[in-house]
């Protein structure tokens, strides 16, 4: 009972990685009603960015890495917005979701062909912390990446709300044509959503980097269906809703792996997908607005 | 002045006419192709093995090329395709190599490329009833065990995991004698993880009296490997053997620090005596011990390594057995009096099968290598042991 009770603790903790990807899946659907299949490539993309600090600063500090990932992450975000979205009929959904289908190979060769596919260790905050809450154990580098999620998930809706960028940003959301009419400019509107997204992927990915303790291409594609499942399980476009997902599916995945195995694990992960989508298609917390 | 002015003429106008000079007429192209990964996950194993494809055809071409059965000079060219470790793709590309002039293709990286490919090849030499491509494989770095077998056309010259674990695991008996159970933890979707765990080292390790008292499993694209490491904690073994590639090794070992998991002996998988082992875990890789089938531990190795790191290269026991089989192929080239003509093709690339055929053993970086009746090899090796951010030799068992 303590291994299942510790297994599912590990997963949920994990699953915060999941979570912060699955917000800027989430966020940037919301916005724009599309998919970018490019989000978890751009923030591996920014992560490995961020590595070029330690190349500039031979001994910079971790969090030196992650500011750097934010800005790497940030910038690449503005790329894909350009090349996917601003010069792409927006009328067709397959168009932008081939281009991001594209963009995400691009950004995963280009990973591959600057590090020859060997993977690079990546500096770690509290990676040596481990809180023993009873019996049980949790990582110090995993309760940080549990910490930033929500504390992104604050900032974004602080952002959304408390803000002119967030006013506009929702306005474009529910009503770009009003919007539109109303003065805001609409393509700087998804821009901004694209590079917070993007800083938030940078993060996410440093994160993601740290957590695991070295970065690899082999991490792109697992984390975008990891992001996308997390994104259709909280509900499309809620934030909330993509933490509460990541935490789930990550508790769940180690449940699976504990009782039916590494091989049959991520079958019951999708099968948990098939069950949100036949008898809970909005997810957890179904967004109740909608683009016009 | 005229007899000049004519010489030149001539020249422009053989130029120009794209005829060969005196000088070259005798010397012509061996076309050897290279295949394996240049792009996906396992791309440096084709970058490794490109570069030292490369630096071998420049050391052979300064010494004077091949020499050819009619006393001509053949110069080596070398192209190298990229099969992206898949099946499909690597058929396409042996396809495609077999269509044009190539002698003999070295490669495929990737065991799961190696297998289906060795099947389209023709299984028995000379049968009319077996339309299979009739092109000489010799693989260096696919390294599941006994493929060879599927073609008479496929020949390796990759180590033998089972000998170098079974000689590995007697090493523990002997020197490690504190050391009585052992933990794997393996790689499960990964063909020759899997292979090398299941089928060699729990089987060597059984028969060398270690008690298995289990194993964890993973998934090659997994990040999170704290329950499979918490089973390891679990079994308090005294040895650890990890077979698995680097990502996930170094992911593996990481955890491990992190549960203060410390066995006294770890073991790893031969793919992980590597440069990427030591970019992405170094510390935490420090101390373990892998048998390998190449190692800078003479003159030829080190200016093998060094020609190879000019290519942009790293020596491994995968990159520098791309580098022994263009001496062999020179070897056999030579003594089976091919022609490298463009009518002659495939009567070269039945002299160079049979050729590689009758070798019973062939220099290699480390000693001589025992070729096997079924067209593998049985190479001499090394173990070494990451120390200090590198890969040391820590025993010669031979």
């Known amino acids: 009972m303590f291994d299942l009770l510790q297994s599912i603790l590990d997963g949920v903790m994990f699953g915060a990685t999941y979570a912060l990807i699955g917000i800027g899946f989430t966020l940037v659907f919301g916005v724009m009603h599309k998919i970018n299949m490019a989000y978890a490539a751009a923030s591996v993309g920014?992560?490995?960015?961020?590595?070029?600090?330690?190349?500039?600063?031979?001994?910079?500090?971790?969090?030196?890495?992650?500011?750097?990932?934010?800005?790497?992450?940030?910038?690449?975000?503005?790329?894909?917005?350009?090349?996917?979205?601003?010069?792409?009929?927006?009328?067709?959904?397959?168009?932008?979701?081939?281009?991001?289908?594209?963009?995400?190979?691009?950004?995963?060769?280009?990973?591959?062909?600057?590090?020859?596919?060997?993977?690079?260790?990546?500096?770690?905050?509290?990676?040596?912390?481990?809180?023993?809450?009873?019996?049980l154990s949790i990582r110090g580098d995993l309760l940080l990446i549990f910490g930033a999620s929500v504390a992104c998930m604050a900032a974004l809706l602080a952002l959304l709300y408390r803000t002119r960028l967030g006013l506009a940003t929702r306005a474009v959301s529910q009503q770009p044509v009003a919007a539109q009419l109303c003065g805001i400019r609409v393509a700087q509107v998804n821009i901004a959503t694209f590079v917070i997204t993007g800083v938030l992927g940078g993060l996410a990915g440093a994160l993601i980097g740290a957590s695991v303790g070295a970065l690899s291409p082999l991490l792109t594609v697992p984390l975008t269906v990891k992001g996308l499942i997390v994104t259709v399980i909280g509900g499309l476009g809620s934030i909330p809703g993509a933490i509460i997902a990541g935490l789930l599916v990550g508790g769940f995945e180690n449940l699976f792996q504990q009782f039916r195995g590494v091989t049959e694990r991520d079958l019951y992960v999708m099968l948990l997908l098939f069950v949100f989508l036949v008898f809970r298609p909005g997810g957890i917390f179904a967004s109740g607005a909608g683009r016009d | 002045m005229k007899t000049l002015a004519t010489a030149v003429a001539a020249a422009l106008a053989a130029m120009a006419l794209g005829l060969p000079s005196g000088a070259t007429a005798q010397e012509r192209t061996v076309k050897i192709a290279g295949f394996g990964a240049k792009s996906g996950v396992v791309r440096s194993f084709g970058v490794n093995s490109e570069a030292a494809m490369l630096?071998?055809?420049?050391?052979?071409?300064?010494?004077?090329?091949?020499?050819?059965?009619?006393?001509?000079?053949?110069?080596?060219?070398?192209?190298?395709?990229?099969?992206?470790?898949?099946?499909?793709?690597?058929?396409?590309?042996?396809?495609?190599?077999?269509?044009?002039?190539?002698?003999?293709?070295?490669?495929?990286?990737c065991s799961n490329v190696a297998e289906p490919l060795f099947g389209i090849l023709q299984k028995k030499v000379g049968d009319a009833g077996d339309s299979g491509l009739q092109m000489p494989v010799f693989t260096d770095v696919a390294i599941k065990g006994g493929l060879a077998k599927i073609s008479e056309w496929a020949f390796r010259n990759v180590p033998s995991e089972a000998t170098m674990y079974s000689s590995l695991f007697n090493h523990v008996r002997t020197e490690f004698p504190q050391v009585k159970t052992i933990y794997g933890g393996v790689e499960e979707d990964f063909a020759h993880s899997r292979a090398s765990w299941y089928a060699v080292m729990k089987d060597r390790a059984n028969a060398n009296?270690?008690?298995?008292?289990?194993?964890?499993?993973?998934?090659?694209?997994?990040?999170?490997?704290?329950?499979?490491?918490?089973?390891?904690?679990?079994?308090?073994?005294?040895?650890?053997?990890?077979?698995?590639?680097?990502?996930?090794?170094?992911?593996?070992?990481?955890?491990?620090?992190?549960?203060?998991?410390?066995?006294?002996?770890?073991?790893?998988?031969?793919?992980?005596?590597?440069?990427?082992?030591?970019?992405?875990?170094?510390?935490?890789?420090?101390?373990?011990?892998?048998?390998?089938?190449?190692?800078?531990?003479?003159?030829?190795?080190?200016?093998?390594?060094k020609s190879t790191a000019k290519f942009k290269g790293n020596a491994d026991l995968h990159s520098m057995a791309a580098w022994e089989n263009m001496f062999i192929l020179k070897g056999v080239m030579e003594s089976e009096n091919v022609l490298a003509k463009p009518d002659s093709v495939q009567a070269d690339r039945r002299k160079i099968r049979d050729g590689l055929a009758k070798l019973k053993t062939t220099d290699g970086l480390l000693g001589t290598t025992r070729r096997t009746a079924d067209r593998e090899a049985e190479k001499p090796y090394v173990f070494v042991r990451a120390k200090n951010g590198e890969w040391t030799v820590y025993h010669n068992p031979l």
Not at chain 1, 103 to 108: A, E, G, H, V
Request: charged share 15%.
């Open chain 1, 46 to 135: 920014g992560a490995y960015g961020g590595l070029l600090v330690l190349v500039a600063f031979k001994g910079a500090p971790a969090w030196a890495v992650f500011l750097g990932a934010c800005l790497a992450g940030g910038i690449l975000g503005y790329v894909v917005y350009l090349a996917c979205f601003h010069f792409i009929p927006l009328g067709s959904p397959l168009a932008t979701l081939m281009s991001t289908v594209g963009m995400l190979l691009l950004i995963d060769e280009v990973i591959v062909h600057s590090t020859d596919g060997m993977p690079q260790n990546y500096p770690a905050m509290f990676d040596d912390v481990m809180l023993q809450v009873g019996e």
């Open chain 2, 55 to 109: 630096a071998a055809a420049e050391d052979i071409n300064k010494a004077g090329g091949i020499k050819l059965g009619d006393g001509a000079k053949g110069k080596v060219v070398v192209e190298f395709l990229d099969d992206r470790c898949t099946a499909e793709e690597g058929i396409s590309v042996i396809r495609r190599i077999a269509s044009a002039d190539w002698l003999v293709a070295v490669g495929p990286t």
């Open chain 2, 209 to 305: 009296g270690l008690q298995v008292l289990g194993e964890s499993k993973w998934l090659l694209n997994d990040t999170n490997f704290a329950t499979q490491v918490r089973e390891m904690k679990k079994a308090n073994p005294d040895a650890i053997a990890i077979a698995a590639h680097p990502f996930t090794t170094c992911g593996v070992l990481k955890e491990m620090q992190r549960q203060g998991v410390k066995p006294k002996l770890l073991i790893g998988l031969t793919s992980s005596s590597s440069l990427e082992t030591l970019e992405g875990c170094a510390k935490q890789a420090e101390g373990m011990i892998i048998p390998t089938s190449f190692a800078p531990v003479n003159a030829q190795a080190t200016a093998a390594a």
